[in-house]
């Protein structure tokens, strides 16, 4: 169960689409991005031999290759104690440094929220 009481429907349903990638792919992280039009992206960590990106960081090459312009929000589901400066660098890039990136553990509660900043 996804403990997010401190936040609003669509930052819930980020976190959840997030842990749904995780636990489906058993990818060590998952990351979902809600863009301007309220559009989400879904991602899992990427690890080939000729290209490695985090979850967070697919999911806004997803976004952008979709058309994204901007970002609302950002998740991601790590057993990691905080949101990678690289993944929110990603997520500044497309949505500015104002954009809340939600780092939740495997269970799906909320850790902690920072800006892209």
Known sequence: MTDTTDLGPEDRKIV???RSVRARNGVPEGAAVRDETGRTYAAGT?????????A????VAMAVASG???LEAAAVVSEAGAASDADRAAVRDLGGPDTP????GPDGTLRSTV???
């Open 68 to 70: 994204a312009r901007s």
């Open 101 to 104: 990136v939600l780092l939740a």
């Open 56 to 59: 967070l960081q697919t999911a």
């Open 115 to 117: 800006t892209a900043g």
């Open 16 to 18: 959840t689409l997030a």
């Open 46 to 54: 990427v690890a080939l031999d000729s290209l490695k990106l985090s």
